[in-house]
């Protein structure tokens, strides 16, 4: 245990379907961020999150939509995404944008049909 | 644009045995390097290096940093089938774009 708890751990949906993906970190931390785990590609930075400003997105597709409603809690909202955005979604946390030392929740496996 | 190179990218070795993974980098505006053990989902945290020349030591595991060559490597000793997980190696920068610049992992098996 990390601290930092994602939902669902698994999620199936349909191109049309809109789903969210939660985030949750327990440790006090200032700074939140997604990151998508490909097979066979390294880790990708998706968005970055300090004291609940967005601070980094890298060029992501507007299918892919973040929100940070406080410190603790990131949302990932999904909509009409495509097959090749089946991936392992991971949340991290550390104590402020500047420390290097993040902390990784379990992820959530994504499939999109 | 940035980069980290892991090496090997998979590693089958029997229990008991040392192993050495590689992580190479090149970074504009180094801050830190990283390792993490990635079992079957969330990368939990080994390691971070910033001074060259100083290895670091948990257990059986240690690290060492090579600013001026640009790599890092990761030994462990002795090595048991819980030590079986691909291992990350990840780039701090700073500056403009503060991030983590992931290599793709090396995986390593410990057979019994």
């Known amino acids: 245990e990390t601290g930092v708890t994602q939902t669902p751990r698994h999620l199936v949906m349909g191109m049309t379907n809109k789903k969210s993906l939660k985030c949750e970190q327990h440790l006090g931390h200032n700074a939140m961020y997604w990151y998508k785990q490909s097979a066979k590609k390294p880790l990708e930075l998706m968005f970055v999150y300090s004291l609940e400003e967005r601070v980094e997105n890298n060029s992501v597709p507007s299918r892919f939509s973040p929100e940070c409603p406080n410190s603790s809690h990131l949302f990932l909202h999904l909509h009409t995404l495509q097959p090749e955005d089946s991936a392992l979604y991971l949340c991290?946390?550390?104590?402020?944008?500047?420390?290097?030392?993040?902390?990784f929740g379990p992820g959530t496996r994504l499939t999109v049909l | 644009e940035d980069k980290v190179v892991q090496s090997p990218l998979s590693l089958v070795v029997h229990e008991g045995d040392t192993v050495t993974l590689n992580c190479s980098y090149e970074v504009t505006n180094f801050r830190s390097l990283l390792w993490y053990k990635q079992e079957k989902k969330a990368p939990t945290f080994l390691f971070m290096l910033t001074s060259s020349g100083i290895e670091k030591k948990s257990g059986r595991l240690s690290s060492i940093l090579d600013k001026k060559e640009l790599f890092s490597i990761l030994n462990i000793t002795a090595t048991q089938t819980g030590d079986s997980a691909i291992y990350l190696c990840?780039?701090?920068?700073?500056?403009?774009?503060?991030?983590?610049?992931f290599g793709k992992g090396t995986k390593l098996t410990v057979n019994p």
């Open positions: 990840a780039v701090g920068t700073q500056g403009g774009s503060e991030k983590l610049v």
């Open positions: 991290a946390s550390s104590q402020d944008y500047s420390t290097d030392t993040q902390y």
